[in-house]
């Protein structure tokens, strides 16, 4: 018979069930923080990268060359920066 614990007002075995729903509730949330962290982390370095890479382009010439140049750095840059961001939010996604 159990005659449970008077400060903490019951039984052990609700009081135990109630602090692994707790210990469960607390796990979810830093998981779930630590996903959203990851893919905000992932989406800062693909805009960063993007952007570290346009920096070092040296577009010479006239407005509508530099304009030309710049255009086919981002042809190259763009599909691997939406490739990190697709990557980042379907691990977010998948992880819900």
Partial sequence: M???FPMFGGDP???LRGLREFAEQQAESVQDAQREQFA?????TAVELTAAALRQL???GGVDEQTI?????MRVLF???V????AA???FMRER
């Fill in 69 to 73: 140049a710049l255009r086919d750095a």
């Fill in 83 to 86: 490739a990190l961001v697709s």
């Fill in 58 to 60: 040296q577009a010479t």
């Fill in 2 to 4: 159990s005659e449970g």
């Fill in 89 to 91: 939010r379907q691990g």
């Fill in 79 to 81: 599909p691997e920066a």
């Fill in 13 to 15: 075995e609700d009081l």
């Fill in 40 to 44: 905000t982390l992932t989406l800062s």
